[in-house]
């Protein structure tokens, strides 16, 4: 499958951990994307790569969340200290950088904190 | 205001119907645009690009409108498969990022 990949699928967590997300994108791509959904909405921008460059944080953010890509390819979000308003479902995409070119979403990671 | 707004739905229209939905944008800056398609529980995927003639696939037809800053989508002859979250995406921002609007549901009933 040669699809973009995010594990785990399902992650619950009690209030307080720390939880780590990884994204694989598709191998070609050099933008990889981070959002955060949650019932009824449509997905939040949370921050974005070009190759290993991370180019924007959005300003919900708070400081517990971090995100890298160290060499360009493979992606980790990170929250630490965990709370109930975190649960949501972490959607990760990526692309090629040209204009008008298609986002490829993974299936995303569910975090239940509990 | 948000960057990217919809109607939220739903939107419950019959088998064989014509539905629209519009999608404004607040960055006149904003480059490039696209319906994306949400089923529940899975991940958005690509409906269609929206380009400024305007395009056409199939029952599916996306306008943009850069002056007024909208967008718009047609579905003619609603199937019951088209029952789904539709999502109005605008790359925008100085990096040029993918905003998502909070999407527009659509039930098709038989």
């Known amino acids: 499958d040669t699809g973009v990949s995010q594990n785990p699928r399902h992650k619950i967590t009690k209030r307080g951990q720390n939880v780590t997300f990884r994204c694989d994108p598709i191998?070609?791509?050099?933008?990889l994307y981070w959002y955060r959904q949650t019932l009824g909405q449509g997905p939040e921008f949370l921050t974005y790569?070009?190759?290993?460059?991370?180019?924007?944080k959005s300003r919900l953010l708070s400081d517990r969340f971090s995100a890298e890509r160290p060499k360009g390819s493979f992606s980790t979000l990170e929250i630490q200290r965990t709370e109930q308003g975190d649960s949501a479902m972490y959607l990760c995409?990526?692309?090629?950088?040209?204009?008008?070119?298609?986002?490829?979403f993974g299936q995303g990671t569910r975090l239940t904190v509990v | 205001r948000k960057e990217v707004e919809q109607d939220p739905g739903p939107f419950n229209v019959p088998e064989g119907a014509t539905v629209a939905f519009n999608c404004t944008y607040s960055?006149?800056?904003?480059?490039?645009f696209f319906w994306y398609r949400q089923d529940c529980r899975k991940e958005p995927k690509l409906l269609m690009s929206?380009?400024?003639s305007g395009n056409e696939d199939g029952r599916f037809t996306a306008q943009l409108n850069r002056a007024s800053q909208y967008i718009s989508l047609l579905i003619r002859d609603s199937k019951l498969s088209d029952s789904a979250t539709y999502l109005c995406?605008?790359?925008?921002?100085?990096?040029?990022?993918?905003?998502f609007g909070a999407g527009t549901r659509l039930a098709v009933h038989p």
């Open positions: 995409a990526s692309s090629l950088m040209e204009m008008n070119t298609e986002a490829f």
């Open positions: 191998s070609e791509h050099n933008r």
């Open positions: 790569f070009q190759n290993e460059a991370q180019l924007e």
């Open positions: 960055n006149s800056a904003s480059q490039s």
């Open positions: 929206v380009y400024s």
């Open positions: 995406v605008v790359l925008s921002g100085g990096y040029n990022k993918l905003i």
